[in-house]
């Protein structure tokens, strides 16, 4: 009661934003049933299709992609069950369909109890994996107390977020006791987890998924197909600025102009991060005195050669990933203001040159690791991320050296599906000899 009073003050107070952005952005407008009401039984038989459910939770975008290669193996191994995907987001949603199927793929209810326990009582999933970090009280004890285990796939828990929660442990430690498995990324998300209130016995140190995923072969069809809708000639250079957030692209652009008159192989590559800023990131491009190129417009082959008066502006969801095995530069945005950078792996995975911004706190040990092998940089600020572009320019034995040793610390670290998998197999057994006793 308290947790849907908490809620339902919060919705209030968030209105007039949400208003705003469903008006201005287009956001918050579908799913509303689902999320205020949870799924009818209806969909969640068509979800379902007659088999008992495993349901994964992936947030957005950057969680859908990263349960790729869990959802697969899990069809696999379980073709007794049916996995389906929930997400928060309308770009996440498009994505799950477009990876996983419509009739896989539905919006997760918020956590007031009624939606919730809708859901779970149309769905009847035989378990719960939330990605990375999703702690809503009442989700996870309606689970629990439905004898649904909910685990955590690829958890992640800063130093700051688990303080928090241990600052208001009376709210927190119940919800984190209830998590039945959690798949740390590091000893370090371990032990925050402990302190928080999960049993020790209920956690493992699986490492982290994203090393999985990580693409590495540019001669795929999604890699190969935009190399020849860029029109990208076999001299030319390509840098790639993805996941921007406002200020970034401005950069980027500043930067592209001062290099490309004495070095003319080079070109550039925007992707901004949030759909609704897509229009204004082109506007940016056209008042630098460049022509834009938007992915969205014409997605037919280009028969010229794309020159160097032309920025590509990738106004599309779910295509980062392929655009990054197009890069020889790439650069991670989200990590030159405050929101602590994007996925790195992805270009590493390539053998791109990868560089990255000072605030990288949501890819920490991954960060620190590719720099300490030498298979990243970090630059400060805009003067220190125009010297590595040139660099990477004027050198490319040495831009070639990072993509190598990137490529190197991926597959040391590679193996974590393997092992959530394994430990996701083990938590079914038990809750299937638990359901034949009862």
């Not at 990933?321 to 929101?339: N, Y």
Request: contains cysteine.
């Amino acid at each position: 009661m308290f947790a849907n009073l908490l809620y339902a003050t919060a919705l209030f107070l968030l209105s007039p934003v949400v208003m705003y952005r469903m008006i201005r952005h287009g956001r918050y407008r579908r799913g509303v049933r689902e999320k205020l009401w949870g799924i009818s039984k209806s969909h969640a038989g068509s979800l379902t299709a007659g088999k008992p459910a495993i349901w994964l939770h992936a947030v957005s975008v950057g969680e859908v992609n990263l349960i790729s290669g869990l959802v697969k193996r899990l069809k696999t191994t379980h073709p007794e069950h049916q996995v389906v995907v929930s997400t928060s987001t309308d770009t996440g949603y498009d994505l799950a369909v477009k990876l996983y199927g419509a009739n896989r793929v539905f919006f997760c209810p918020l956590d007031f109890s009624w939606a919730v326990k809708r859901t779970l009582r149309n769905l009847s999933p035989d378990m719960l994996v939330l990605a990375e970090l999703e702690l809503w009280p009442n989700l996870i004890r309606i689970a629990t107390n439905q004898g649904c285990p909910v685990m955590v796939a690829n958890a992640r828990l800063s130093q700051r977020s688990a303080a928090g929660y241990q600052r208001f442990a009376f709210l927190t430690e119940a919800t984190f006791a209830r998590l039945a498995w959690v798949g740390a990324q590091n000893e370090q998300t371990a032990q925050r987890f402990v302190a928080c209130g999960t049993a020790a016995d209920r956690i493992e140190t699986t490492g982290s998924i994203k090393f999985d995923n990580a693409p590495n072969n540019r001669e795929t069809v999604d890699v190969q197909s935009r190399i020849q809708w860029a029109g990208i000639d076999p001299w030319n250079r390509v840098w790639v600025v993805g996941s921007t957030q406002p200020g970034e692209e401005t950069m980027a652009i500043k930067i592209y102009k001062s290099l490309v008159s004495e070095h003319p192989e080079l070109r550039l590559v925007l992707v901004p991060r949030h759909v609704e800023r897509f229009d204004a990131v082109a506007n940016l491009v056209s008042n630098a005195g460049l022509n834009v190129h938007r992915r969205s417009v014409d997605r037919s082959l280009h028969e010229t050669s794309w020159d160097a008066d032309t920025v590509i502006l990738v106004d599309t969801i779910g295509e980062l990933r392929h655009w990054w095995g197009v890069s020889q530069i790439a650069t991670v945005g989200g990590s030159f203001g405050s929101r602590g950078g994007q996925n790195m792996l992805e270009p590493g995975a390539y053998g791109s040159a990868v560089s990255f911004g000072p605030d990288t706190k949501n890819f920490k040990e991954i960060a620190n690791q590719l720099i300490e092998a030498g298979g990243a940089v970090r630059v400060a600020d805009a003067p220190q991320l125009q010297q590595f572009v040139e660099r990477c320019l004027t050198d490319i034995p040495s831009a070639d050296a990072l993509g190598r040793a990137a490529r190197r610390v991926i597959a040391e670290h590679q193996g974590a599906t393997q092992r959530t998998v394994d430990a996701l197999q083990q938590r079914l057994r038990e809750t299937g000899q638990k359901q034949r006793a009862a």
